[in-house]
Protein backbone atom coordinates (compact mmCIF):
# COMPACT_ATOMS: atom_id res chain seq x y z
CA UNK A 1 0.00 0.00 0.00
CA UNK A 2 1.08 3.77 -0.44
CA UNK A 3 1.18 4.18 3.71
CA UNK A 4 3.93 1.19 3.84
CA UNK A 5 5.59 2.91 0.86
CA UNK A 6 5.84 5.98 3.15
CA UNK A 7 6.64 4.25 5.98
CA UNK A 8 9.23 2.45 4.30
CA UNK A 9 11.06 5.58 2.67
CA UNK A 10 10.86 7.28 5.84
CA UNK A 11 12.62 4.51 7.86
CA UNK A 12 15.37 3.72 5.74
CA UNK A 13 16.17 6.18 3.03
CA UNK A 14 17.83 9.54 3.73
CA UNK A 15 15.99 12.43 3.29
CA UNK A 16 18.88 15.13 2.16
CA UNK A 17 18.79 13.37 -1.55
CA UNK A 18 18.84 15.54 -4.67
CA UNK A 19 16.87 12.80 -6.49
CA UNK A 20 15.28 9.43 -6.08
CA UNK A 21 14.64 7.09 -8.95
CA UNK A 22 12.70 3.39 -8.84
CA UNK A 23 14.02 1.32 -11.23
CA UNK A 24 11.81 0.07 -14.14
CA UNK A 25 11.37 -3.60 -12.60
CA UNK A 26 10.19 -2.05 -9.52
CA UNK A 27 12.59 -4.22 -7.31
CA UNK A 28 15.39 -1.29 -6.75
CA UNK A 29 15.36 2.17 -5.78
CA UNK A 30 18.64 4.59 -6.16
CA UNK A 31 18.96 7.93 -4.61
CA UNK A 32 21.29 10.66 -5.63
CA UNK A 33 23.41 12.98 -3.95
CA UNK A 34 26.11 15.67 -4.81
CA UNK A 35 28.76 13.21 -6.94
CA UNK A 36 27.26 9.77 -5.23
CA UNK A 37 23.99 7.50 -5.28
CA UNK A 38 22.77 4.92 -2.81
CA UNK A 39 20.84 1.51 -4.12
CA UNK A 40 18.23 0.09 -2.08
CA UNK A 41 16.11 -3.50 -2.79
CA UNK A 42 12.57 -3.69 -2.47
CA UNK A 43 10.72 -6.62 -1.16
CA UNK A 44 7.08 -7.05 -1.91
CA UNK A 45 4.95 -8.87 0.81
CA UNK A 46 1.21 -9.16 0.53
CA UNK A 47 0.21 -6.50 2.77
CA UNK A 48 3.09 -4.56 2.99
CA UNK A 49 6.80 -3.91 1.66
CA UNK A 50 10.48 -3.59 3.09
CA UNK A 51 13.13 -1.79 1.56
CA UNK A 52 16.63 -3.04 2.24
CA UNK A 53 20.07 -0.78 1.98
CA UNK A 54 22.61 -2.43 -0.24
CA UNK A 55 25.88 -2.32 0.97
CA UNK A 56 28.90 -0.85 -0.48
CA UNK A 57 27.06 2.57 -1.18
CA UNK A 58 27.32 5.37 -1.70
CA UNK A 59 29.55 5.05 -4.86
CA UNK A 60 30.46 7.41 -6.82
CA UNK A 61 27.82 8.54 -10.23
CA UNK A 62 30.49 8.48 -12.97
CA UNK A 63 31.50 4.92 -12.04
CA UNK A 64 28.13 3.23 -13.25
CA UNK A 65 25.96 5.76 -14.93
CA UNK A 66 28.54 6.31 -18.25
CA UNK A 67 29.52 9.93 -18.28
CA UNK A 68 26.69 11.78 -16.52
CA UNK A 69 28.24 13.90 -13.74
CA UNK A 70 26.17 15.02 -10.85
CA UNK A 71 24.71 16.56 -9.07
CA UNK A 72 21.83 16.44 -11.95
CA UNK A 73 18.77 18.28 -11.55
CA UNK A 74 16.26 15.39 -12.45
CA UNK A 75 16.47 11.76 -13.56
CA UNK A 76 13.27 9.98 -14.57
CA UNK A 77 11.52 7.32 -17.46
CA UNK A 78 9.72 8.73 -20.67
CA UNK A 79 7.76 6.69 -22.52
CA UNK A 80 8.47 7.88 -26.52
CA UNK A 81 9.24 5.53 -29.25
CA UNK A 82 7.25 2.79 -28.14
CA UNK A 83 9.42 2.08 -25.02
CA UNK A 84 10.89 3.34 -21.90
CA UNK A 85 13.43 5.33 -21.73
CA UNK A 86 15.86 6.58 -18.63
CA UNK A 87 15.97 10.37 -19.22
CA UNK A 88 18.40 12.70 -17.44
CA UNK A 89 19.02 16.28 -17.31
CA UNK A 90 21.64 18.95 -16.16
CA UNK A 91 21.23 22.55 -17.07
CA UNK A 92 20.39 22.16 -19.96
CA UNK A 93 22.08 19.13 -21.28
CA UNK A 94 20.20 15.52 -21.19
CA UNK A 95 21.41 12.02 -21.15
CA UNK A 96 19.20 8.88 -22.53
CA UNK A 97 20.79 5.72 -20.88
CA UNK A 98 19.94 2.90 -21.95
CA UNK A 99 19.17 0.54 -18.89
CA UNK A 100 19.47 -2.45 -20.94
CA UNK A 101 23.19 -2.36 -21.71
CA UNK A 102 23.36 -0.11 -18.59
CA UNK A 103 25.37 2.68 -20.70
CA UNK A 104 24.49 6.37 -21.34
CA UNK A 105 23.06 6.08 -25.36
CA UNK A 106 26.10 7.39 -27.93
CA UNK A 107 26.18 11.19 -28.97
CA UNK A 108 24.92 12.23 -25.35
CA UNK A 109 24.43 15.31 -23.79
CA UNK A 110 22.54 17.17 -25.65
CA UNK A 111 21.01 20.38 -25.28
CA UNK A 112 17.18 19.16 -24.69
CA UNK A 113 15.80 21.56 -26.58
CA UNK A 114 16.59 18.98 -29.71
CA UNK A 115 15.18 16.17 -27.47
CA UNK A 116 12.06 14.33 -29.84
CA UNK A 117 9.35 15.34 -27.27
CA UNK A 118 10.21 18.99 -26.82
CA UNK A 119 11.06 19.49 -30.43
CA UNK A 120 8.71 22.51 -32.06
CA UNK A 121 7.81 23.26 -28.79
CA UNK A 122 8.06 26.63 -27.74
CA UNK A 123 7.16 26.47 -24.03
CA UNK A 124 10.26 24.65 -24.06
CA UNK A 125 11.85 27.56 -25.41
CA UNK A 126 13.17 29.76 -22.41
CA UNK A 127 13.27 27.00 -19.48
CA UNK A 128 16.56 26.75 -18.35
CA UNK A 129 16.08 23.45 -16.22
CA UNK A 130 14.16 20.96 -15.37
CA UNK A 131 13.25 19.86 -11.81
CA UNK A 132 11.57 16.40 -11.89
CA UNK A 133 10.50 13.59 -14.50
CA UNK A 134 8.15 11.32 -14.24
CA UNK A 135 5.11 8.96 -15.90
CA UNK A 136 1.32 9.90 -15.30
CA UNK A 137 -1.54 7.83 -15.43
CA UNK A 138 -5.03 9.81 -16.04
CA UNK A 139 -7.95 7.08 -16.64
CA UNK A 140 -6.96 5.33 -19.56
CA UNK A 141 -4.41 7.90 -20.42
CA UNK A 142 -1.06 8.07 -20.27
CA UNK A 143 1.93 10.95 -20.17
CA UNK A 144 5.40 11.76 -19.71
CA UNK A 145 5.56 14.95 -17.24
CA UNK A 146 8.41 17.49 -16.70
CA UNK A 147 8.54 19.75 -13.92
CA UNK A 148 10.57 23.05 -13.97
CA UNK A 149 9.98 25.48 -11.06
CA UNK A 150 6.04 25.96 -10.44
CA UNK A 151 5.05 24.54 -14.04
CA UNK A 152 4.34 21.22 -14.64
CA UNK A 153 4.17 20.41 -19.08
CA UNK A 154 2.51 16.94 -19.71
CA UNK A 155 2.77 15.32 -23.16
CA UNK A 156 0.41 13.02 -24.04
CA UNK A 157 2.42 9.24 -24.87
CA UNK A 158 0.10 8.41 -27.79
CA UNK A 159 -0.15 12.07 -29.32
CA UNK A 160 2.93 13.43 -28.50
CA UNK A 161 2.42 16.57 -30.52
CA UNK A 162 -0.56 17.55 -27.86
CA UNK A 163 1.95 19.56 -24.70
CA UNK A 164 -0.36 21.25 -21.33
CA UNK A 165 1.46 23.29 -19.42
CA UNK A 166 -0.26 23.94 -15.91
CA UNK A 167 0.85 25.30 -12.14
CA UNK A 168 1.78 22.26 -10.40
CA UNK A 169 -0.24 23.21 -7.41
CA UNK A 170 -3.59 23.09 -9.78
CA UNK A 171 -2.46 18.95 -10.89
CA UNK A 172 -1.68 18.00 -7.42
CA UNK A 173 -3.32 20.59 -4.91
CA UNK A 174 -2.31 18.23 -2.02
CA UNK A 175 1.62 18.37 -2.47
CA UNK A 176 4.10 20.98 -2.34
CA UNK A 177 4.69 23.34 -4.83
CA UNK A 178 8.12 22.84 -5.12
CA UNK A 179 9.52 19.22 -5.68
CA UNK A 180 12.93 18.31 -5.53
CA UNK A 181 12.37 14.80 -7.22
CA UNK A 182 9.36 12.81 -8.58
CA UNK A 183 8.95 9.25 -9.37
CA UNK A 184 6.45 6.49 -10.92
CA UNK A 185 6.67 3.13 -8.75
CA UNK A 186 6.44 0.09 -11.58
CA UNK A 187 3.60 -2.21 -11.68
CA UNK A 188 1.83 0.40 -9.08
CA UNK A 189 -0.63 3.23 -9.30
CA UNK A 190 1.71 5.72 -6.72
CA UNK A 191 4.17 8.41 -8.13
CA UNK A 192 6.78 8.82 -5.30
CA UNK A 193 7.67 12.98 -4.46
CA UNK A 194 10.23 14.28 -2.28
CA UNK A 195 9.64 17.76 -1.62
CA UNK A 196 10.42 19.82 1.47
CA UNK A 197 13.11 17.45 2.94
CA UNK A 198 10.00 14.85 3.13
CA UNK A 199 8.16 12.33 1.33
CA UNK A 200 4.64 11.87 -0.22
CA UNK A 201 2.76 9.14 -1.71
CA UNK A 202 0.67 10.33 -4.47
CA UNK A 203 -2.43 7.39 -5.67
CA UNK A 204 -3.01 7.84 -9.23
CA UNK A 205 -6.31 6.49 -9.47
CA UNK A 206 -8.05 8.89 -6.99
Known amino acids: SGKSILEQLNL ?9 LFWKDGRFIYTF ?3 TYRKFQIIYYDDRIDIRPESGYPKNISL ?3 NI ?4 DACGYVHFNNRDLLMFVKDRNYWLYDDNANRVFEGYPRDFGSFELFRNKREFENI ?19 VSGHKIFTIDVNNPSVLRSNNFSQMFPE ?7 VSHIPHKDFIIVFADFKW ?7
Open 12 to 20: KVRNDIDNV
Open 33 to 35: KDN
Open 64 to 66: TWG
Open 69 to 72: QGPF
Open 128 to 146: QNIDAIFKWRDGNMAYNCF
Open 175 to 181: LPNFVRS
Open 200 to 206: FVYDQLN
